[in-house]
């Protein structure tokens, strides 16, 4: 439940796969028999703060799909623009987080 939710939010935001402790590759995270998985994540973008506000409005939605290859594109549905524009004005330096998985937590206990 939890760390499936962590692991979308890592790999939605642009993380490498090896910080999720649940693949080495984004091509992990493809079904097997299938070409491609999506994720995506809906940044909330309201107040003083907001990223052009006037062109995406009170939500930023970001869609990553992940090819079995182990590549990765996105876009921002609905609207073109730099998500590392975004990733910059929200703060979101993705692969500085450190996620405590049970795995980790419980090896130090």
């Not at 028999?33 to 973008?45: H, P, W």
């Not at 409005?57 to 590392?84: A, C, H, M, P």
């Amino acid at each position: 439940g939890k760390s499936a939710i962590l692991t979308a939010l890592i790999v939605g935001l642009g993380g490498k796969a090896t910080m999720t402790n649940r693949g080495v590759s984004l091509k992990d995270f493809v079904k097997t028999g299938e070409s491609t998985a999506d994720v995506t994540v809906k940044l909330r973008n309201r107040g003083v703060d907001a990223y052009k506000k006037d062109l995406y409005g009170d939500y930023i939605t970001v869609e990553q799909r992940i090819s079995s290859d182990g590549s990765r594109s996105y876009k921002l549905k609905n609207k073109s623009g730099d998500f590392s524009q975004i990733q910059i004005s929200f703060c979101i330096i993705v692969n500085l987080l450190i996620p405590l998985t049970h795995g980790f937590a419980n090896t130090k206990s």
